[in-house]
């Protein structure tokens, strides 16, 4: 959330998160994902990365989408909060 902000996050706060998994997703799972963009990062050395962005409601969207991802069996490596939206 790099700069300063006076807006608090809360379980109910609208906010952007990105979401870095280990794994291959592409936007043919927007629509069960929340609507995220997907982003796919090979390296040489490093296993596939899929990095999720956008928006979500609240954090039960949130948990929703990360547990949709868990029942796909993706590896998840960090979720951030890039912005929030009260």
Known sequence: MGEYT???LTVTTPARYRIRIQGY????W???L???TFTN???SKDPLVTVLS???IDQAELFGVL???NGLGLPLISVECLEINA
């Not at 997703?25 to 043919?28: G, H, K, Q, S, V």
């Open 54 to 56: 956008g928006q979500v």
């Open 34 to 36: 929340g609507n995220m």
């Open 67 to 69: 547990t949709h991802l």
């Open 41 to 43: 990062h090979l390296s």
């Open 30 to 32: 927007a629509n069960q």
């Open 6 to 8: 006076t807006t608090k």
């Open 25 to 28: 997703l592409d936007n043919t």
